[in-house]
C-alpha cells in the first residue's frame, strides 16, 4: 500500500552550533495519505502504514518529546498494539533507528535500516522499491540540496523500482515533512508538503515543492529589512 522513508541528518548551523534535521516522505496508492501517515518534530520522524494506526505516530511523537529513545518509544507502542501484525512502523530519532514490519503486512513487505535512516513498504513490487529508495537517499544523504526536494527524489526511485503494485488504484498521493532542532524565525515553506489525490503523486510533490521554494526565497527577497 505504502512506501516511506525516515532520516536523521547532522549539520552545522550559520552560527557554528550542532543541529539536526528529521525528515519523512510517503507515498501510496490511496488518496489523503499525508494526514495518516507521516510525523515529524524536532525530536525525530516517524511513519506509521499497513493497516495505518495514526496513534502510534501520535504517541510515538509525545514519546520522542518526553526524551525516549526511538526503539524504546515505538516498540512500547507496539507492545501495546493488539493488531501489531499488520503494522509498519519504523522512524529515527536523536541517536537510534527502528523498523518494524508484521508478520500479517500484505504483499511484499519489509524494511531496511541505516546508520540514520529507515525505508519500509508493503504491498509493493518487491524488495527492490525499498532497496531502490535507501539508496538513492544514501547518495545525497547530507547534501546541498534541502532534505524535503532529496526525500522527494528517494521516493522516485523507488516509484522507478516498480512502487506499490496496485496499478489498477489510480488515484494516488505522496507528503514530506522536514524539522530541525534549529530554532529559525520562519520555517521554509517547502519543508511541509502534501499532494492528497492525483494520478501523478510523486511528480506533482515534486513541482508543488519547486514552486513552494520559489515562494519561500521570494518571501525572503521581499522582506529581508523587516
Known amino acids: 500500500m ?19 534535521r528529521f525528515g519523512v516522505a510517503v507515498t501510496t496508492r490511496l488518496p489523503g495519505v499525508g494526514a495518516l501517515c507521516p510525523f515529524a518534530t524536532e525530536h525525530g520522524a516517524v511513519a506509521t502504514q499497513a493497516l495505518t494506526n495514526v496513534e502510534l505516530g501520535e504517541k ?9 529513545a526511538v526503539d ?4 512500547a507502542l507496539l507492545n501495546a498494539d493488539d493488531g501489531r501484525a499488520e ?14 514490519t508484521g508478520d500479517d503486512c500484505l504483499g511484499w513487505a519489509g524494511h531496511r535500516e541505516g546508520d540514520a ?5 508493503n504491498l509493493l513490487t518487491g524488495e527492490a522499491v525499498v532497496d531502490a529508495t535507501a539508496d538513492a537517499y544514501e547518495r545525497t544523504a547530507g547534501g546541498d540540496e534541502p532534505l524535503a526536494k532529496r526525500l522527494i527524489d528517494a521516493l522516485g ?14 488515484i494516488q498521493s505522496a507528503a514530506v515533512v522536514a524539522t530541525s532542532t534549529e530554532d529559525r524565525e520562519m520555517e521554509p515553506y517547502y519543508n511541509d508538503l502534501r499532494v ?23 518571501a525572503l527577497e521581499k522582506y529581508a529589512e523587516a
Open 157 to 170: 526511485s523507488g516509484h522507478a523500482a516498480g512502487g506499490d503494485k496496485r496499478d489498477d488504484l489510480a
Open 87 to 100: 503494522r509498519q512502523l519504523h522512524g529515527v530519532g536523536s541517536e537510534a533507528t527502528f523498523a518494524f
Open 117 to 121: 535512516y529507515t525505508v519500509a513498504g
Open 72 to 75: 524504546d518509544a515505538l516498540q
Open 2 to 20: 505504502t512506501f516511506s522513508i525516515c532520516v536523521r541528518e547532522p549539520y552545522v548551523d550559520a552560527d557554528g552550533d550542532d543541529q539536526h
Open 196 to 218: 492528497d489525490a492525483t494520478e501523478t503523486p510523486l511528480r506533482d510533490l515534486r513541482e508543488t515543492f519547486s514552486m513552494a521554494r520559489e515562494g519561500y526565497e521570494a
Open 60 to 68: 510515538g511523537m509525545d514519546y520522542l518529546e518526553d526524551g525516549l
